[in-house]
Each structure stands twice: as structure tokens, then as C-alpha cells.
């Protein structure tokens, strides 16, 4: 049997997922301490986010020296902002005998850092921030994106039949711990379609691949790709236990974009796939609200699959973070 | 003598005919717990309207017509609640019977007076009747069989029925019922939802 019956204690109480005590010690234990992405730099140099109420700034000077500060309440403190390529994230600067032990950026990212910072190369051309919200703890959001085989029942006619009919065959998973990485073999028809695109829009990509892939990085963020070449980095910020907002970006990059034509089509396509990609994101808010609702009515714990393995990691994490000494 | 609570307590769900044909489902709430009632292959049986897989909740209208599987990995269920549909069990989780058995949705109770279905969550208690006490229930039950059924022409009593009875009648048989759903322990109130049941309709779909 491949099914993982999970015993309590390997993943976190299911009233995790609604009370406003978890989602305290979360905003202490886990916003409060971890590396949290926070964006990509346009030219104003600065970026700000909010997640369980704690609201962070970060801003790049003249000199290209990185700052910031996270404001709980009246309560500021510094962060420790740094960059894997152009992707910025930060933390809270840590404090006390045992901050050297603090991990860092690299660290925290491994083994991802060095393909996120081959990605984030291609985070040009931005289009206008999104941000989508979801009558859901962001935890069920986060387990969503690392489920890997939804997209028959909630996709049908988006991603299914965008990735090879024999995914199950094609699909490739990595688990490292609390970060993961799955990519998906593009159907024939789809990789065919970005080749045109390709052709026509001449696209920068930071590697020949076929694929769609994400990479999740504990514990909020996600940078997906295609065809090695569109990027859009992924964020789900907690706003309450029941509620958050998934926050994405989308890049597509080009290597050139001269002619009115050329940024004309551009323009149009990019539109294209931030339609595209609201439409995925709306087949998933309603599963993730449904899980919002039934989770506190359930008696069991439920059971993993061989492709759900991602998702007991994604707990083994939280557990371990939360049982952090308070700071 | 079981505590009496929200989950101990039977609560009015809809009229037997509304879950007369087969895959016919209400749903309902009882504080934050979703239920529902589902005839599935002329057995009309009760669970907890949540998946057991990965907690999603299984039938979002308030009723209507069709299987009971889950809609975010398209698991369906038998009348005792058993998985039987599992996408990719070959593979992805190689389910056997016991396995398969540990997975049944959590049941819920369902009690019949005269034509009126009401539901329980909890599996174990004291009866509708004895809930209830005997005479109301005796009257309830008789009532209710006077209640028009779907599809049925309504004719006025011979007795001298006036019409506005007879309106009446119809209105009651389709009587609608307000639960205000609790958040569950630790949660906010706003995580309430609250529920107005309306009575599965004459229209609903019906199977192929």
C-alpha cells in the first residue's frame, strides 16, 4: 500500500486551521522568524507586505544596500533583507546568544537557491501585480499548490489537458525537506503553442524545458514556470485563520522588444496568460473553501497518497517551526 | 442520558419525497458540521458531508441531484460510506478493503415522522420520538401525511375546505427552516455561516 495513513502528531491539529490561538503563535513562530519572500524591485527601489498582521518594508538606496523594518503594532523592528538573484526576501533580524545560529537566505532555500536564482533572471517585463483572496486558512492554499493531482477534478479544461496526457508517467517530484519542486511535461499541442510564442515574441529562457514547474519554498512561497521562460512568483499571505490572499506576478520575458508591433503583441499575450492564470486560481478557491469548511467537521486524519507526501513535509515543517523557542 | 447538544438533537431536514429518487442529496449544517442525506441506489442514508481524504466538503448545494463524490479529487462513496471511486488508487495510494474501510465517511443519523426527514449528528442518542414526545410526534406524523406531495394537484378538501387552507396547506409542506450554524471551538465569530435551508425543489435534477 502506497497510501500514508499519517498518526496524530506527524502533521498539525486540524484546529490549526480556523483558531485565532494558531494563527498567534504562526504570526510569532513562523512570519515572525522565517525568510518570507517579499517581491522583485521595480524602479520606485521598494516593496512592502503584510502577512498576519505584520506589515514589512523593504527598500533598496542609491548605493543598491538593502533595509527594512516589520511593523507589529507599534512595535518595530529590523529586518535582515538579502536576494537569491532578483527574487528579495526577509526576515526579522534575529536577536539574542543563539541568532548566529539562525539559518541563512541560501540556507533556508537549499537546495533551490542557486535554480531560483537562475529563474528569477527571467522576472522582466513585470505585469501588474494580482491578488486573489481566499475564504480559506493559507495553509490549505499552500497544501493545494503541493497536491499534484487535482487537475483532472478542478482543472479539466486549463492545466489538465495543458500538461502530457500521461502525466503520471512524466511528472517529476522532488522533496527536500520543508522545500519541494514538482514539473509537469508539457502536452505536445501546449509546447507547440510556446514554441510560436517563442518564435514570434523571441522569449528569454533560463533553460530549455518543456515543463511546467513550481518550486515551493517553506512556508509561503512558489515560483512557477513555463517552458522555461515565464516566471510568476506566488505568495500566500495570511490575513485572519479563514482568510488570505494568494499575491502573483507575472513575468514574460523577451529578448527583444523593439517595434510598437512587438510590444503590442506582447502586451496582448501577457494579458492572455494573467486571464489564464486567474481562471486556474478560480477552479482552486472553491476547493480550498470547501476544505476551509468541512475540515472542522471531520473525525479522522485523513490519508496521503504517493504524490501527497509534499503536504506532510509542508506540516513536519510547521510542527518543527512552531515548537521553536519563543523569542 | 446522553448531553443534550446540537449534535444530540434532531433537527427537521426536508420531506421524505425530496429524497425519493436515487442520487437525489440534501444538505444541511448543524453548528460548524456539514451534513448530508443522500439516496444512493434506493437507500437513503446520512454522513457527515465532508470527504475523508482531504477534508473538502462534498455536496455544496443545498440540495439536488447526483453522486456522492467529493469534487476536489473526485472520490465517490457507497451507502455505507465506503470509498469506491478512488482516481489513481492503483498508484497513488493502492487502497485495499480495510484500507478502503477506515476511510468511510462519518455517519450521521436520519429518523423518519410520517413524511418529515430530520437529522442527527450524532450516531448515538436518544430517538426522534422520545425527542420529540410521543403525542407531538403522533400529530407531527399525521399532519405531515396530509402535506401535498411533489407533483400532486391539490384539491380542496370535500369538508368544506376554503381555498386559503388549501394554500396554506401547499405553503406548509414546503415549510422552510433557519439554522444558525456555529463557528467551530477556538474560531472566530465570523466564521459562522449562517444557513437558510430551502427545501430541495420539484425541479431539481433528475438523474440521467
Known sequence: ?327 | MAEDTPDTRWFFLCAADDLANPNAFVTTRVGAIPLVAQNIKGEVVAFRNVCTHRFAVIHDAASGCGPLRCPYHGWSFDAAGVPVGLPFNPTDFQLDAEGRRRLALNPASLAMCGRLVFIRVAVEGPGLEAQMGADVFARLAALSNRFTRRGELIDLDPAGERIETANLRAVVAAAALRLEALPPPGAADRFARAWTFHPAHADAETPA
Open chain 1, 1 to 327: 500500500m502506497t497510501a500514508l495513513f499519517p498518526e496524530t502528531g506527524a502533521f498539525l491539529p486540524h484546529h490549526h486551521f480556523w483558531t485565532e490561538e494558531a494563527f498567534a503563535q504562526e504570526r510569532e513562530r513562523v512570519f515572525g522568524r522565517c525568510w518570507l519572500y517579499m517581491g522583485v524591485f521595480d524602479a520606485s527601489g521598494a516593496l512592502s507586505a503584510e502577512m498576519a498582521g505584520l506589515r514589512f518594508a523593504v527598500r533598496r538606496d542609491a548605493d543598491g544596500r538593502l533595509s527594512g523594518e516589520r511593523h507589529d503594532g507599534a512595535r518595530v523592528r529590523p529586518l535582515e533583507v538579502d536576494r537569491c538573484g532578483a527574487l528579495v526576501f526577509a526576515r526579522v533580524a534575529p536577536e539574542g546568544a543563539d541568532s548566529h545560529l539562525a539559518p541563512t537566505l541560501a540556507e533556508h532555500l537549499h537546495p533551490y537557491a542557486e535554480r531560483l536564482a537562475a529563474m528569477s533572471v527571467n522576472c522582466v517585463n513585470p505585469e501588474p501585480p494580482v491578488g486573489i483572496p481566499f475564504q480559506a486558512n493559507w495553509k490549505a492554499l499552500v497544501e493545494n499548490t503541493m497536491d499534484d493531482f487535482h487537475g483532472s477534478t478542478v482543472h479539466p479544461d486549463t492545466i489538465h489537458p495543458a500538461v502530457h496526457p500521461d502525466w503520471q508517467t512524466h511528472l517529476a517530484t522532488e522533496r527536500h525537506g520543508a522545500n519541494s519542486d514538482s514539473r509537469w511535461v508539457l502536452a505536445d499541442g501546449t509546447a507547440g503553442w510556446w514554441a510560436k510564442l517563442d518564435a514570434k515574441l523571441r522569449l528569454a529562457k533560463f533553460a530549455d524545458e518543456p515543463f511546467y514547474r513550481h518550486i515551493f519554498i517553506f512556508p509561503n512561497f512558489y515560483l512557477a514556470s513555463f517552458y522555461g521562460a515565464v516566471v510568476i512568483p506566488h505568495r500566500v499571505d495570511p490575513v485572519a485563520p479563514d482568510s488570505s490572499v494568494l499575491r502573483w506576478q507575472l513575468f514574460l520575458p523577451t529578448t527583444r522588444l523593439d517595434s510598437p508591433r512587438e510590444r503590442a503583441f506582447h502586451r496582448s499575450t501577457a494579458a492572455y496568460l494573467v486571464t489564464s492564470a486567474i481562471g486556474v486560481i478560480d477552479e482552486d478557491r472553491p476547493v480550498c473553501e470547501a476544505v476551509q469548511q468541512g475540515r472542522p467537521a471531520i473525525l479522522g486524519n485523513g490519508v496521503y497518497g504517493r504524490r501527497e507526501r509534499r503536504i506532510l513535509d509542508f506540516h513536519a515543517a510547521m510542527l518543527a517551526q512552531l515548537a521553536g523557542a519563543a523569542a
